[in-house]
């Protein structure tokens, strides 16, 4: 089932090539401005769409990652080039543990077969990740959407005001998304939900994704400065604040686009819910201590330019800094679970906690 | 004693032209890119600068809204003409608290003298307004270098990391400026200090007029995304926070630049001191709760679009968002007193507190 629509018509951010030898994914670099595919079809082309943010998403950078290391053992099926391709995409992005895991998935597979069947077996792994994440942000949606239906239920008819930051949306997995998951399903059933989306500076994956896939579908969404969400949280105008999550850790610390950290201090300030929502694939269940993620420093030139249509249409990046000026660019960091009201998964939601998530992946239990 | 230097020259962000009949003001919508002064020399004039925040800073409006009536009161003195070119310079911005005290004490004057005296007696009164102001901000300075060198103490030689939002330097004030005076005077004293300035959108005057102007000086300063914070300050990596205000209760709450409120926050969660620096004149002893302060919401423009300097040299604004968008943006939010450790004003620092300010304005205490 794919029901998010782009006016109209149902879409995914990544799709196989119909000659199975690539993927057409959407250039993220290019929205919101142009929505176009761009072909990956090798080791190379698909370490350069996810350092380049071309797709980006914790989800979706797992399953671009799958493929490339399928794709990159078209060419060297050897024990040699898959080690050298694990390696390779595994540096694209510190953060996003969904990297690694999708990574490692994949080579367990290949390494088990003989080179002349790696590439057919990787395919068929990274398709079957990609269908995974489609079904497990559906569920992540169904979750949620009990935890937003609670909310209208104390809301009186009143529209449900949702803050959220950066993009969770379906742009970050293949479908759906995380975070805007029960966004759309509740907008889908007639719940009446209205977004403020966090531009999200420096790459303002807030104004040129969320706005544009919310808009797409109708979802009513307000753009709003990074700097807002204290004043709406603490003048009552935020129902609930949900977001994505580039890594979790065995005890709900989560690792998320920088400024998340922010918002969950504003909410907790003013006894708003704070939800997280995420795949199992986002939690890193070797790490107790979110202080232990490695948090990804970018380019300065990130926080110096800003990337917009110009008024005779052209897209230009412009200089907001004097000359000389240096950025520091910390991309993402590290809400505590303390203050995260619950997190939604693929199984449900829980606390974040160790307990919490426990409850949720028993399986993960130390014996 | 004027000692901010731009490129080794010293400067005001308002002088009197030579005719004595306007000021000359630097062009802040110009900045980085351009350094220019544009004449005021009407009450139109006055009230457009303000407006079009070509000047902007609670002090700065509050001089340039004294120098407006007088300017006004030169083409009406008339009663009536007093009166209306009182309401149209208080009605330019709702929140800073500057432009209506010093239209009062303008005004007061004015309305002592006879129709052919008042241009003159406004016109002294506003410069005396002025003078004051560079007095209270290196007043300010002193006081807060103080609180600097406490730290520096600490620090044990390794510069003080002083995270600031918005700009409160000399272009927010006529000199020195409340926030970054203390801040001036550590450097011109040889304490190291380095400076990380947020962005500020939706109008990044931290980018455009704070890098700036601390650049030109020579301060180290780092820009950063209005989403960094958080991680910076839980990461050990600032030392102390040093904001202005354009409001502050008799209870010592804060209103400043939207984004101030996000930044106390995560300030008091990591033991950070916050503190906030002003002139007397930005306290409003009428009102005890920030929450009655009124937030000034700016048109979405400003969030729709951001300023810059095209590779071709050009200044254009660009759009960030997808057409049919809307955007809300407040400009200014509230930081709950117990949230300052310390109010920086002219006669010394306080606790936030409305103990606290009446300590070193006895005079305010109801008899």
Known sequence: MRVVQVFGRSTRSLEEAPDGRGVLVVDQTRLPFAFERVRVDTLAGAADAISRMVVRGAPLIGVTAAYGLALALAADPSDTGLSAAVATLAATRPTAVNL??????????????????????????????????????????????????????????????????????????????????????????????????????????????????????????????????????????????????????????????????????????????????????????????????????????????????????RVVRVAVAPPGVRARNPAFDVTPAALVTALVTERGSCAASEEGLLSLYPERRPA
Chains 1, 2 share one sequence.
């Open 100 to 313: 690694r895991w999708a990574l490692e998935r994949v080579r367990a597979r290949a390494v088990a077969a003989a080179p002349s069947a790696r590439f057919d077996v990787a395919w068929r792994e990274a398709r079957a990740i990609a269908e995974e994440d489609v079904a497990m942000c559906a569920r992540i949606g169904e979750h949620g959407l009990a935890l937003l239906r609670d909310v209208a239920a104390r809301s009186s008819g009143a529209p449900i005001r949702l803050l959220t930051h950066c993009n969770a949306g379906w742009l970050a997995a293949v479908d759906w998304g995380t975070a805007l998951a029960p966004i759309y399903r509740a907008y889908d059933e007639g719940l009446p939900v209205h977004v403020f989306a966090d531009e999200t500076r420096p790459r303002n994956q807030g104004a040129s994704l969320t706005a544009w896939e919310l808009a797409a579908h109708g979802v009513p969404v307000t753009l709003v400065a990074d700097n807002a969400a204290g004043h709406l949280l603490q003048r009552g105008e935020i129902d609930a604040c949900i977001v994505g999550a580039d890594r979790v850790t065995r005890r709900g610390d989560v690792a998320n686009k920088i400024g998340t950290y922010l918002k969950a201090l504003a909410a907790r300030a003013h006894g708003v819910p704070f939800w997280v929502a995420l795949p199992a694939s986002t939690i890193d269940w070797t790490l107790d201590d979110g202080a232990r993620i490695p948090i990804e420093e970018r380019s300065e030139d990130e926080v110096l330019r800003v990337a917009g249509r110009a008024e005779d249409g």
